[in-house]
C-alpha cells in the first residue's frame, strides 16, 4: 500500500483546510486509515482513525469538534476536514494505514504499518 497525503498549506488562525490521502490500494473492509501529526522538537501524534467500512471514528481529544475524518473507498481517499484551526495545530501531518477487520479505530503511532510522505499545515496567529 503506498500513501499520499496532500492539501497542507498556510491558513490563518480560525481557517479551514482539507487534507487527502489517497493511496494505492484500500480494500474497503480491510484497511483502517489513520491520520497523524509532529509538530517540530515534539513526538508524532495520533489525530484521527477510520475503520474500513467508515463507521467507527476516533478523535484526539485536541481535534474533537473540529475535525472530522471521512472516506471513499470507491476512490481510495481518506479525507481529514480541519476547521477553526489554531496555531498548536500547526505540524506535518501523515497518513497511514493498517490491516484490520474489526475494533476502534487505533490512534497509536506503532498500530500502523505503512505510511504516507506528510503535508505541512502551518497555522498563523
Known amino acids: 500500500v503506498q500513501l499520499q497525503a496532500s492539501g497542507g498549506g498556510l491558513v490563518q488562525a480560525g481557517g479551514s483546510l482539507r487534507l487527502t490521502c489517497t493511496a494505492s490500494?484500500?480494500?474497503?473492509?480491510?484497511?483502517?486509515v489513520g491520520w497523524f501529526r509532529q509538530a517540530p522538537g515534539k513526538e508524532r501524534e495520533g489525530v484521527s482513525s477510520i475503520s474500513g467500512k467508515g463507521g467507527m471514528t476516533s478523535y484526539a481529544d485536541s481535534v474533537k469538534g473540529r475535525f472530522t475524518i471521512s472516506r471513499d473507498n470507491v476512490e481510495n481517499t481518506v479525507y481529514l476536514e480541519m476547521t477553526s484551526l489554531k496555531p498548536e495545530d500547526t505540524a506535518i501531518y501523515y497518513c497511514?494505514?493498517?490491516?484490520?477487520?474489526?475494533?476502534?479505530?487505533?490512534?497509536?503511532?506503532?498500530?500502523?504499518?505503512?505510511w504516507g510522505q506528510g503535508t505541512q499545515v502551518t497555522v498563523s496567529s
Open positions: 490500494r484500500f480494500t474497503s473492509e480491510t484497511y483502517y
Open positions: 497511514a494505514s493498517r490491516l484490520r477487520l474489526f475494533g476502534a479505530p487505533s490512534l497509536t503511532v506503532g498500530d500502523y504499518e505503512h
